[in-house]
């Protein structure tokens, strides 16, 4: 009864595999294709129609139902604090916590980078050095000049005025944007502060030169030419003054070792003609400086560096060849002695002379923040001096190379930071030759506060500048025919609380 027992299985055949066969259709599973077709949606007529709600009356007034103002409390209130409030106030109107404090919504930078380095082969292949560098008016385009500061006679030597524009994304590090063939060597230069394309240049041979880079044909707009107002020395420096008289216009001061401080006006015809001009004379300095009798005889004595005082347009300062730092007012009447040949009358501007430095004076600089003048100043000597127009004394003197220091430069933005620019031979062995140093007084007197190595060889820095629109941006030109641009950390930018009063006290505390 229980035996096994194996049914047959049953089998189904399939209906649809044999009709399909039958029509000669593919064995597939797949559905049939899908009929599609495209027909445009898009209307042949636009209009538009305004989805923004209109508010109703109802609506207006149940807002102004829901906001409801207990004014009688809220006066209640303001009188009960208002002896507090204007309490505070005036605590607050008399506090100095916050003096100098300017709020940087820039990103921080804490290291100083060398964001460009900047050279013209054909120039170093006739191994010129870097001169001079200036910004222009916008701070995006940086000027060098080519010639040479060491020993030779380099006055019929083929020299270069180059720029580069920083803001540009195709920049090319070796391949300047303008460059400007000059048949002697340029000395110095500087960009006008207001017309970002013109360009002034003292030449070897004493001449000034003002150059229009807009002008692709002929750039040169106005010069000196060689006359009897000519400087008769390289000229070492030139600086763009506002005209009084001209509100738009310009003149142009320069300063070179023939001992004249010239000033010159735009002529129609393509001149620059003398409006005024100074000579420093060795026996018309005051004679409270202590020279050494028959130390420079009858002769003028050579300027090499001038700056004016931020806070009186009359008053400067500039640095000789014999070693001083002078004084020297623009209301001077005194004529200078000898006379000169010339179209204009030549005055004396020295009224106080400040102690030496042992050797040249190649750079001086004013403080753009101190009320009582301070300025720096640096020579062969390799001393910085910082000095108070008050005083004879420098306020203190730092030795920084064995032998050169061509530029010092106050910060813009920085009332306790300055840099200065080392030329060949270390007084420390920490320090190299061809160095940018960055002092920031707040934190030491005695020494840098970052010491940047320009470049590989050893070869000095003989041209600093910062930017003043980018304040980050500070430029030196060295021997080797090099701009490096340098972008500054937050620590040399960014002011302190209370930086004017460090300042007042440093000065003052050495004073005494």
Same mark, same amino acid.
């Given at each position: 009864?229980?035996?096994?027992?194996?049914?047959?299985?049953?089998?189904?055949?399939?209906?649809?595999?044999?009709?399909?066969?039958?029509?000669?259709?593919?064995?597939? !599973?797949?559905?049939?294709?899908?009929? +599609?077709?495209?027909?445009?949606?898009?209307?042949?007529?636009?209009?538009?129609?305004?989805?923004?709600?209109?508010?109703?009356?109802?609506?207006?007034?149940?807002?102004?139902?829901?906001?409801?103002?207990?004014?009688?409390?809220?006066?209640?209130?303001?009188?009960?604090?208002?002896?507090?409030? /204007?309490?505070?106030?005036?605590?607050?109107?008399?506090?100095?916590?916050?003096?100098?404090?300017?709020?940087?919504?820039?990103?921080?930078?804490?290291?100083?980078?060398?964001?460009? +380095?900047?050279?013209?082969?054909?120039?170093?292949?006739?191994?010129?050095?870097?001169?001079?560098?200036?910004?222009?008016?916008?701070?995006?385009? /940086?000027?060098?000049?080519?010639?040479?500061?060491?020993?030779? *006679? =380099?006055?019929?030597?083929?020299?270069?005025? !180059?720029?580069?524009?920083?803001?540009?994304?195709?920049?090319?590090?070796?391949?300047?944007?303008?460059?400007?063939?000059?048949?002697?060597?340029?000395?110095?230069?500087?960009?006008?502060?207001?017309?970002?394309?013109?360009?002034?240049?003292?030449?070897?041979?004493?001449?000034?030169?003002?150059?229009?880079?807009?002008?692709?044909?002929?750039?040169?707009?106005?010069?000196?030419?060689?006359? *009897?107002?000519?400087?008769?020395?390289?000229?070492?420096?030139?600086?763009?003054?506002?005209?009084?008289?001209?509100?738009?216009?310009?003149?142009?001061?320069?300063?070179? +070792?023939?001992?004249?401080?010239?000033? =010159?006006?735009?002529?129609?015809?393509?001149? %620059?003609?003398?409006? #005024?001009?100074?000579? /420093?004379?060795?026996?018309? /300095?005051?004679?409270?400086?202590?020279?050494?009798?028959?130390?420079?005889? #009858?002769?003028?004595?050579?300027? +090499?560096? %001038?700056?004016?005082?931020?806070?009186?347009?009359?008053? &400067?300062?500039?640095?000789?060849?014999?070693?001083?730092?002078?004084?020297?007012?623009?209301?001077?009447?005194?004529?200078?002695?000898?006379?000169?040949?010339?179209?204009?009358?030549?005055?004396?501007?020295?009224? &106080?002379?400040?102690?030496?430095?042992?050797?040249?004076?190649?750079?001086?600089?004013?403080?753009?923040?101190?009320?009582?003048?301070?300025?720096?100043?640096?020579?062969?000597?390799?001393?910085?001096?910082?000095?108070?127009?008050?005083?004879?004394?420098?306020?203190?003197?730092?030795?920084?190379?064995?032998?050169?220091? &061509? !530029?010092?430069?106050?910060?813009?933005?920085?009332?306790?930071?300055?840099?200065?620019?080392?030329?060949?031979?270390? &007084?420390?062995?920490?320090?190299?030759?061809?160095?940018?140093?960055?002092?920031?007084?707040?934190?030491?007197?005695?020494?840098?506060?970052?010491?940047?190595?320009?470049?590989?060889?050893?070869?000095?820095?003989?041209? %600093? #500048?910062?930017?003043?629109?980018?304040?980050?941006?500070?430029?030196?030109?060295?021997?080797?025919?090099?701009?490096?641009?340098?972008?500054?950390?937050?620590?040399?930018?960014?002011?302190?609380?209370?930086?004017?009063?460090?300042?007042?006290?440093?000065?003052?505390?050495?004073?005494?």
């Amino acid at each position: 009864m229980f035996a096994d027992r194996t049914a047959p299985g049953a089998d189904v055949q399939s209906l649809w595999r044999s009709a399909r066969s039958a029509r000669c259709e593919a064995k597939s !599973c797949q559905t049939g294709k899908i009929s +599609t077709a495209e027909a445009a949606a898009q209307s042949h007529v636009a209009r538009d129609a305004a989805v923004q709600t209109e508010q109703s009356k109802d609506a207006d007034q149940d807002f102004q139902q829901q906001v409801q103002v207990d004014y009688p409390g809220l006066l209640s209130f303001l009188q009960r604090v208002e002896d507090a409030v /204007i309490k505070e106030l005036n605590k607050n109107w008399r506090s100095h916590a916050f003096d100098g404090f300017e709020v940087n919504w820039t990103d921080q930078d804490e290291t100083v980078l060398c964001l460009h +380095t900047l050279s013209y082969p054909e120039a170093q292949d006739q191994n010129l050095q870097v001169t001079s560098v200036s910004w222009n008016a916008t701070g995006s385009v /940086i000027a060098c000049s080519y010639g040479r500061l060491d020993d030779g *006679d =380099w006055s019929t030597e083929k020299s270069y005025v !180059c720029t580069w524009n920083l803001d540009r994304r195709a920049l090319n590090p070796q391949h300047p944007d303008l460059v400007l063939d000059v048949p002697s060597s340029v000395m110095c230069l500087a960009f006008h502060p207001s017309q970002p394309s013109l360009i002034a240049g003292g030449l070897f041979s004493g001449e000034l030169v003002v150059w229009d880079t807009s002008r692709t044909e002929d750039p040169v707009i106005w010069r000196t030419g060689m006359t *009897d107002d000519t400087h008769t020395d390289p000229v070492y420096q030139v600086k763009w003054l506002p005209d009084t008289k001209h509100r738009n216009h310009c003149r142009l001061l320069s300063v070179a +070792t023939d001992g004249k401080i010239l000033v =010159w006006r735009e002529e129609q015809d393509g001149r %620059l003609a003398l409006a #005024e001009g100074f000579a /420093i004379m060795a026996q018309q /300095i005051p004679r409270s400086t202590r020279l050494k009798k028959g130390a420079w005889g #009858e002769a003028a004595v050579g300027v +090499t560096s %001038l700056s004016f005082s931020h806070f009186d347009a009359g008053v &400067f300062v500039v640095g000789v060849e014999g070693g001083f730092s002078l004084r020297c007012s623009a209301a001077a009447q005194a004529p200078a002695l000898p006379r000169r040949g010339g179209s204009v009358p030549l005055r004396a501007p020295a009224e &106080f002379a400040f102690s030496p430095h042992a050797g040249p004076v190649y750079s001086v600089s004013c403080s753009p923040f101190h009320r009582q003048n301070l300025f720096l100043s640096c020579g062969t000597d390799g001393q910085v001096h910082l000095h108070s127009m008050l005083q004879t004394q420098p306020l203190f003197a730092l030795q920084l190379s064995k032998k050169y220091l &061509f !530029c010092v430069c106050w910060s813009p933005v920085r009332p306790l930071v300055f840099a200065a620019a080392s030329g060949e031979g270390n &007084f420390n062995e920490s320090l190299s030759a061809g160095e940018v140093h960055l002092f920031d007084l707040a934190r030491s007197t005695q020494k840098p506060t970052v010491s940047l190595k320009q470049s590989v060889s050893e070869c000095p820095v003989y041209c %600093l #500048e910062f930017n003043t629109k980018h304040t980050r941006l500070l430029a030196a030109g060295d021997a080797a025919g090099t701009v490096r641009v340098w972008q500054l950390s937050s620590d040399f930018t960014e002011q302190g609380p209370r930086e004017m009063s460090h300042l007042e006290q440093l000065a003052s505390e050495i004073m005494d």
